[in-house]
């Protein structure tokens, strides 16, 4: 069983960056797919970005795109998700989730991070 661990949240201002990290306990398999969620107070959890393991290929939610990054180091079993330009609406857990399929909804991910929490303030 994958298990993830987010790192990287904290507090950064508006317009600043964070980078989080998503680090797996074992190689995904070739065909899985990396997920970034968020979840705001008050709101139920949406999608941010994802890649393939074994591919470039990316997907972005409208709301991040331009300004967010998804990554991989497959040496380093870990998935990254820069963040620039941070806005205040940007603020939520971040959840990192793994699934064997592509363009997956929430419940098709098979395997959760335990979340990590960014704040952005003025």
């Keep these: 069983?994958?298990?993830?661990?987010?790192?990287g949240g904290g507090l950064a201002q508006v317009g600043g960056s964070l980078r989080l990290s998503c680090a797996a306990?074992?190689?995904?398999?070739?065909?899985?797919?990396?997920?970034?969620?968020?979840?705001?107070?008050?709101?139920?959890r949406e999608f941010v970005a994802a890649i393939r393991w074994n591919s470039i290929?990316?997907?972005?939610?409208?709301?991040?795109?331009?300004?967010?990054?998804?990554?991989r180091d497959n040496a380093k079993n870990t998935?990254?998700?820069?963040?620039n330009n941070l806005k205040f609406e940007d603020t939520a857990v971040y959840y990192c989730a793994a699934t064997t399929k592509w363009r997956a909804v929430?419940?098709?991910?098979?395997y959760w991070g335990q979340g990590t929490q960014v704040t952005v303030s003025s």
């Design 79 to 83: 998935v990254y998700l820069q963040m």
């Design 1 to 7: 069983q994958v298990q993830l661990v987010e790192s």
């Design 25 to 44: 306990s074992e190689r995904p398999f070739s065909n899985n797919v990396i997920g970034w969620f968020r979840q705001a107070p008050g709101k139920e």
């Design 106 to 110: 929430e419940y098709e991910y098979d």
């Design 57 to 71: 290929t990316t997907l972005y939610a409208d709301s991040v795109k331009g300004r967010f990054t998804i990554s």
